[in-house]
T-cell receptor, first 114, second 116 residues
């Protein structure tokens, strides 16, 4: 069965520092992987996705993620954090037999301090 | 722009009440979803609909039902609300047609339900 593990429920960084949010997955089929962001009092919106093309995926707002099959990881990074990046981030994987039905991780809340 | 609208952002209900959460999308999407979001648990799928009047149970369907009478509208029903159903509920949609579906879900802003 597919599953997603996000390491660290809370991450805090200084403005301008590197952002690294970790995601590991398990999947019995080639996965599609996603990162979503949720700003306070809003729904989720897509940051980026991996769908078996390039392993380094660039998304919106300067975020990127690298698919590493050998490590079953899809970590999210941004070179320089902005205050506006403070939000909750969710990693998700497609489940077998259900291309549309995603399995979400527990989420990582990112705090950015001056 | 893609738009998924949930009718109520905040609701307060009493134990035992019947609760309706409404979701409308304007993108002509075939697939619609109801998720529940709780701290530390992420999003869990309650029900999924891939066509009018068609539905599938998700991971946590107990205590919930759904209705999809029109393509654009997907309702979540709590027949008899309980305190453990206090949560954030998120509706999402996505195209079902081959080639149109990139796997991305389009979410509404959520409905925060409190059951007293």
């Amino acid at each position: 069965a597919q599953s997603v593990t996000q390491l660290g429920s809370h991450v805090s960084v200084s403005e301008g520092a590197l952002v690294l949010l970790r995601c590991n997955y398990s999947s019995s089929v080639p996965p599609y992987l996603f990162w979503y962001v949720q700003y306070p009092n809003q729904g989720l919106q897509l940051l980026l996705k991996y769908t078996s093309a390039a392993t380094l995926v660039k998304g919106i707002n300067g975020f990127e993620a690298e698919f590493k099959k050998s490590e079953t990881s899809f970590h999210l990074t941004k070179p320089s954090a902005h205050m506006s990046d403070a939000a909750e981030y969710f990693c998700a994987v497609t489940r077998s037999g259900g291309y549309n039905k995603l399995i979400f991780g527990a989420g990582t809340r990112l705090a950015v301090h001056p | 722009d893609v738009k998924v609208t949930q009718s109520s952002r905040y609701l307060v209900k009493r134990t035992g009440e019947k609760v309706f959460l409404e979701c409308v999308q304007d993108m002509d999407h075939e697939n619609m979803f109801w998720y529940r979001q709780d701290p530390g648990l992420g999003l869990r799928l309650i029900y999924f609909s891939y066509d009018v009047k068609m539905k599938e149970k998700g991971d946590i369907p107990e205590g919930y039902s759904v209705s999809r009478e029109k393509k654009e509208r997907f309702s979540l029903i709590l027949e008899s609300a309980s305190t453990n159903q206090t949560s954030m509920y998120l509706c999402a949609s996505t195209p079902g047609r081959a080639g149109a579906n990139t796997g991305e879900l389009f979410f509404g802003e959520g409905s925060r339900l409190t059951v007293l």
